[in-house]
């Protein structure tokens, strides 16, 4: 979630009026920014990602005057006509762009510094690293119209970028200022590159990489142009929406102008889009879903206070949704805009009567049962995590074959597999604990992932037992006495059928059968594999199948 | 009374309250002072007579002291003791005695060169410092004198007289062997100052019955038993603990520790939280570890290209790469919600929603997608459903962040159900854990509206997050095929729940492979569970 810096007399100033730490308490959290801390008139907040349009003071201010009852009802933004046009001959893999004028403006340092974190807060998340979406603000005063949004070759053109002194290419910008490399995967290996360049030739950025230096917005500009370029048209008027209502707020008052873009297939787009949306909202949903009764009267003021506008037509109220309102995708949106301004604290909860009794899972329950048995048999309970690494799946227990469940970007060489047996983990453990003295009983019941093809997501999801015996005088006896014990207390009949298994000494392992199935497996541990882990005392150990277990104890 | 008495071993006897039973020894103890006369004996007699070292017996005394039975007092006394001198003298005799015998053999007069020469003491076995003692004396006895460098003997009378003498003072120093004196007269002064004899103080003790033993024993109230350390089967068999006498077992000695085979302390915590869901009317429900990206993220209305998608915040599988759906309407659906909200009265996202990315395979980053799942199968109706179990996202493993954890999810379906229900549910579960009031505010997740945050009070941490809620999202549920009812849902990390409970700061030790760690742990214990 991004974090969010505003001050305190700035948000005084767009609110109109002193604001007291309690009232910043209790209405920034009320918007879902929740205060990470406030030093000196800096106030620090964490903003959620669906209301971009609380990402810096502009848009708070205008969400706190709702809340505070100082402007109710929808932003009414000054919109003038159409007052140029922009043709769009980008490259093909960043084809759309559009643009917004907005005049009247009383910019000083901290709204400049809103401003621009604005922007870089949207690139971050919104805009999902510029990949998708990208802003640019330029002083109006540097700039002729008609500006053309072109696609150039890398060579072709140079300009001085923002924060330098010297003229470079396209391809110099991408390796020699910081944002050209951050941001150079979004346009290397095409041959040509999107550029914003007026009528006279001055370049007005390299989107979505960085402007120039010369357009640059400063404490004196008084009106800018705006751009938003990106790779889905639809995001890329969201986001402007949001940018040019945020500048407005630093209007006095604020005078926006549209432009209109042309597309090469002679489609035009008018931006920016500032009209409200319509929603028809039903005053019964917040009943319905919040559980709060609430007049129509009452929601409607409610929705005023979240700065929508809201008139009752028959039974249902007519919703005008603001144009930067971004997260208001139905109904439900707005229902919870009534319950925070309603007060989240006011709502009170309300039991409801069980209508069926609960239960655990069955699984659960035998691996209960399970558990009882070996502590009565002496054994401690270790819990591994499930992930765990082929080099401790297969190969150290000697499977040279077997593929097992493996992620695509592991974050430690450790834990790159989801475990499909225990033993393996079980041995890790055991290794570390082997000065605990002897013998060592150890046990674990926990899930492993099997591939399986039958399944939608090629895999099931097994729940086991496995237990081990480490001292020097270890053999076969000792497990056998233990998988006797366990069917024993299960009233489950089995066989041992001899078998042969890589991890295990020959002739010293065997099959747990229960009705001609193979629910396990038992037996003395390879002296190679217990190399591997470390171990040298002889060791014998078990694993089953608790899924198994559980269909033949309750069939 | 004499220090350290013990407390009193314990006898089983029933008749115990009339008879007093005594180990053996105490018991000879009373018997032998009994038929002493008086009923008092010296404790070197006492002991002489039982066959043991008095040093040995001062336990028992103390112990018959402290019951009553015996009163014990004490007596100065002076021994001698003949020095290694007074024994040579007692045995060869004194030095005068022996010199005086040779010269009576020698002649009436000797020059004191020829008693002085070597010859001459090698046959009287004398050294020179013993003839010049012996001299001495018999000078002062006046069996001798010395003339012109020679000895001359007194008259044979005189000498058979003076001999006689000095026999008796010998045999009053063989007297004075082990003797016990009652006063120090001029003889034992003498031989004190030759260094003959040594005299010492010596504490004499004197045992003796009380009349209370008396009075016992001419009852016959008093018998013998044995004194035993434990239980045996032959005590038992034998009856022999009915006379046996059971020493009283010391509580303040430290005991080994030893620690129970137990279940793991995590593992045992989640299975009470079950407990508790369940006495809730909630029914415990499981699903896949391998999941489609389809059911962890598509379902949930949660955009595809939506952060959380990320290879940052989800683990992608290189093996096996890719799922199915068989459901194609379902796949249908979720399309349309995504890309124009279908009939849900949503405005969707507006984007491609692609298949291809839906049916990539991950490892479960929220156990919500086992909820998707069961509202898919059960679809609309009254049920409660949780699931506890683990979520997997890409983190380094370090002492506040792990790739894998516990989530515990539910949902409340039904037609009434509402998002203070929600708020009732997080109250009521957090009573039972002990946790105390739960303070809310509005949140933000892609899948609920409302949504809801619940935080906890912390001894330590302050207000912490633990309850993130909402209501499903009709983009959520009407694809699943439920559209006239709500669903709350909420799923909680309980891992950070566990480490509160369990007092571990590291959430690495949730999962300690260190059993010298694990069974130090207290066994959790969840108090609303035992109401």
């Known amino acids: 979630m991004p974090v969010i810096q505003v001050n305190w007399r700035d948000l005084e100033k767009l609110v109109g009026k002193s604001l007291s730490e309690e009232e910043i308490s209790q209405y920034l959290p009320a918007l879902k920014c929740e205060i990470e801390g406030i030093v000196g008139d800096e106030i620090e907040y964490e903003a959620t990602h669906d209301r971009p349009d609380l990402f810096s003071a502009e848009g708070l201010a205008r969400a706190l005057k709702g809340l505070l009852e100082l402007e109710v009802g929808l932003r009414k933004f000054n919109v003038k006509g159409i007052s140029t046009e922009l043709p769009a001959r980008g490259p093909a893999y960043r084809p759309y762009v559009l643009g917004a004028i907005v005049r009247g403006l009383d910019l000083d340092e901290e709204a400049l510094k809103q401003i621009m974190n604005l922007q870089e807060k949207l690139h971050t998340t919104y805009c999902r690293d510029r990949r998708k979406v990208s802003i640019g603000l330029y002083d109006l005063s540097t700039v002729k119209f008609p500006i053309k949004y072109i696609a150039v070759k890398p060579e072709e053109i140079s300009f001085v970028p923002l924060g330098e002194t010297e003229p470079m290419t396209l391809n110099e910008i991408l390796s020699r200022t910081e944002k050209g490399r951050m941001y150079a995967h979004l346009v290397r290996g095409h041959d040509k590159y999107p550029l914003l360049i007026d009528s006279e030739g001055t370049v007005l950025s390299f989107p979505p990489i960085i402007n120039s230096e010369d357009t640059k917005v400063t404490e004196n500009t008084r009106e800018v142009f705006i751009d938003v370029t990106g790779v889905d048209l639809n995001a890329v008027m969201n986001v402007l929406k949001v940018i040019v209502t945020s500048v407005a707020e630093r209007g006095k008052p604020e005078v926006i102008e549209l432009v209109k873009v042309t597309f090469e297939d002679g489609r035009e787009v008018v931006s920016p889009d500032l009209s409200a949306q319509e929603m028809l909202f039903d005053p019964n949903l917040v009943e319905r879903l919040v559980g709060i009764k609430l007049g129509i009267d009452d929601i409607r003021s409610l929705l005023r206070r979240m700065r929508h506008e809201a008139e009752p037509v028959n039974d249902v109220l007519k919703v005008q949704v603001a144009p930067y309102r971004l997260d208001i995708l139905h109904q439900v949106d707005l229902a919870e805009d009534v319950a925070m301004a309603y007060g989240y604290e006011n709502i009170g909860p309300e039991p409801i009567p069980t209508s069926h009794p609960g239960s655990v899972h069955p699984i659960e329950k035998i691996s209960r049962k399970l558990r009882d048995i070996l502590i009565g048999l002496g054994f401690f309970e270790v819990s591994n995590y499930m992930m765990s690494n082929p080099d401790v799946l297969v190969t150290r227990m000697r499977l040279k074959e077997q593929r097992v469940i493996e992620v695509e970007n592991p974050k430690m060489e450790k834990y790159t597999a989801v475990r499909n047996w225990l033993i393996p983990g079980l041995l890790e453990t055991a290794s570390l604990n082997l000065k605990l003295g002897y013998p060592l009983k150890l046990f674990e019941i926990g899930d492993v992932v099997i591939v399986d093809e039958r399944e939608e997501n090629k895999t099931r999801t097994e729940r086991h037992l496995a237990c081990l015996i480490i001292s020097p005088e270890e053999t076969l006896t000792n497990i056998l006495v233990v998988i006797k014990a366990i069917m024993k207390a299960l009233n489950v009949a089995y066989t041992l059928r001899e078998s042969e298994h890589p991890s295990f000494i020959p002739g010293r392992t065997a099959s747990i059968i229960v009705d001609n199935n193979s629910i396990g497996i038992l037996g003395e541990i390879h002296p190679e594999v217990l190399m591997a882990f470390e171990i040298n005392l002889p060791t014998v150990c078990l694993e089953i199948n608790v899924n198994d277990l559980l269909r033949i104890i309750s069939y | ?531």
């Not at chain 2, 100052?193 to 045992?207: A, D, M, P, Q, S």
């Open chain 2, 1 to 531: 009374m004499l220090a350290g008495a013990p407390d009193a071993p314990i006898s089983l006897d029933p008749k115990g309250t009339e008879n007093l039973l005594l180990p053996e020894r105490q018991f000879r103890i009373i018997e032998v002072l009994s038929k002493a006369d008086k009923k008092v004996l010296e404790v070197n007699e006492l002991s002489r007579q039982l066959g043991t070292d008095p040093s040995a017996l001062m336990r028992d005394l103390a112990e018959l002291e402290a019951k009553g039975l015996i009163r014990t007092s004490k007596r100065y006394i002076i021994k001698a003791k003949l020095t290694e001198e007074g024994e040579k003298f007692v045995k060869k005799g004194f030095p005068e005695e022996r010199l005086l015998k040779k010269l009576l053999e020698v002649g009436e007069e000797v020059p004191l060169s020829t008693i002085f020469s070597q010859s001459f003491r090698e046959r009287a076995e004398l050294s020179t410092d013993e003839v010049k003692i012996a001299i001495n004396h018999l000078i002062r006895l006046r069996a001798i004198r010395i003339e012109r460098g020679s000895v001359k003997l007194a008259s044979k009378e005189e000498i058979e007289g003076i001999l006689a003498r000095i026999r008796s003072e010998r045999e009053g120093l063989r007297k004075l062997r082990d003797a016990t004196l009652s006063q120090v007269d001029d003889t034992v002064q003498f031989f004190r100052r030759r260094k003959l004899i040594e005299l010492r103080e010596k504490t004499i003790l004197e045992v003796g019955l009380t009349d209370k033993a008396l009075e016992m024993l001419e009852r016959g109230q008093i018998r013998s038993g044995i004194v035993v350390t434990r239980l045996t089967p032959e005590l038992i068999v034998s009856g022999k603990w009915r006379s046996a006498i059971f020493k009283k077992f010391d509580l303040r000695v430290d005991v080994p520790t030893v620690y129970p085979s137990r279940k793991h302390p995590y593992m045992e915590l989640l299975d009470d939280i079950r407990e508790i869901l369940a006495s809730m009317g909630f029914e415990e429900v499981k699903g896949p570890h391998v999941e489609l990206e389809f059911w962890n993220f598509d379902s949930l209305f949660q955009a595809q290209d939506h952060p959380a998608r990320e290879i940052h915040d989800t683990f992608y599988l290189k093996f096996p790469k890719r799922g199915s759906v068989s459901d194609k309407d379902l796949l249908e659906r979720v399309k349309r919600t995504h890309e124009n909200g279908w009939i849900t009265g949503s405005k969707g996202w507006g984007y491609k929603w692609s298949p291809e990315k839906a049916l990539k395979l991950i490892l479960r980053t929220q156990t919500t997608a086992v909820s998707m799942r069961v509202i898919y199968e059960r679809g609309e109706g009254e049920y409660r459903c949780f699931s506890l179990d683990r979520v997997f996202r890409p983190e380094t493993l370090d002492p506040t962040h792990s790739m894998e954890f516990y989530q515990l999810e539910g949902i409340i379906v039904g037609r009434r159900v509402t998002f203070r229900n929600l708020l009732w549910f997080f109250n009521e579960f957090a009573k039972k854990l002990g946790l105390g009031w739960v303070k809310i505010k509005p949140a933000y997740f892609p899948f609920t509206e409302p949504s809801v945050e619940g935080f906890i009070k912390h001894p330590k941490l302050g207000w912490i997050e633990v309850f993130p809620g909402g209501m499903f999202r009709p983009e959520v549920l009407y694809p699943l095929g439920v559209k006239n009812c709500n669903v709350a849902a909420w799923g909680i990390g309980i891992d950070r729940i566990a480490m509160a409970m369990l007092e571990i700061d590291d959430i690495r030790d949730l999962f300690s492979q260190r059993i010298d760690f694990l069974r130090e742990k207290p066994v959790p214990i969840i108090r609303s569970l035992w109401r």
